[in-house]
């Protein structure tokens, strides 16, 4: 079977991206491969970055599939990074959520989410696994979620801007949302992977289409918006 390397770049979470990486694994079936998963948020250090990935990709024993995802906020140098992946021809999946307003529910609920785990486990989990019970209606915190909106718009320009001149294939969440498994297997095909197997969705979808269903104060959310500056982005609530 043929080998491929690639990077999963992200804005920064709850846009699918473990969904996609899982699916991915399973698609190409019992093959050796190295993953690595966000290790950029401990090593952030730009040469230290740049160093780990030329070696990551470049090491000549490397078995056939050979992929990392990080976000975009974790980069030290984009520029730096952008023209190694370019140098390298290591093919680039970007992967993003348009709607903001649901990145950031998403993010809130699943701060509750790993703090309730945490209570029940021992263990912060913060994506529900396929079968498990997820967060159930909760109320989030109105100013904290303007907070977050603005953080993750500018991680979502960030990845926008962050465009090496190497393979890239653009992704959005409600193409994952649709079926997981598809994207996988048309992701493998652009990588030049051979699908072995049907992947299996690891991760169930946490937060409800509906947002009313899961934040019973949703009106306190819209109120707090329409005093931000993103105020023009309250339509997203109710797609």
């Known amino acids: 079977m043929a080998g491929a390397s690639f990077l999963i770049m992200m804005p920064w979470g709850r846009v699918g991206s473990n969904l996609l990486f899982n699916s991915i694994g399973q698609a190409v079936g019992p093959i050796a491969r190295k993953l690595a ?141 649709e079926g997981g498994d598809d994207v996988a297997e048309r992701v493998c095909d652009w990588l030049g992977l051979e699908v072995a197997k049907k992947a299996r969705p690891a991760f169930a979808k946490a937060t409800p289409d509906d947002l009313a269903i899961a934040v019973p104060n949703l009106a306190d959310l819209r109120q707090a918006l329409a005093r931000s500056p993103l105020a023009e982005l309250d339509a997203m609530f109710d797609e």
């Open 37 to 177: 998963n966000e290790n950029f948020n401990r090593l952030r250090d730009a040469d230290a970055q740049l160093a780990w990935a030329r070696e990551f990709y470049t090491t000549p024993d490397n078995p056939p599939l050979v992929a990392c995802k990080q976000n975009i906020l974790s980069i030290a140098d984009p520029g730096k990074l952008s023209d190694l992946l370019a140098e390298l021809a290591v093919p680039l999946i970007r992967i993003r959520r348009e709607n903001i307003l649901k990145v950031a529910v998403s993010q809130l609920r699943a701060e509750l989410y790993a703090e309730q785990s945490l209570a029940l486990t021992g263990v912060r989990v913060w994506g529900v696994r396929s079968g498990r019970e997820p967060l159930g209606p909760a109320s989030l915190d109105p100013e904290r979620f303007v907070q977050v909106a603005v953080h993750a718009r500018r991680a979502d320009e960030m990845l926008a801007a962050f465009s090496p001149a190497t393979r890239t294939l653009d992704i959005e969440y409600g193409q994952l949302r």
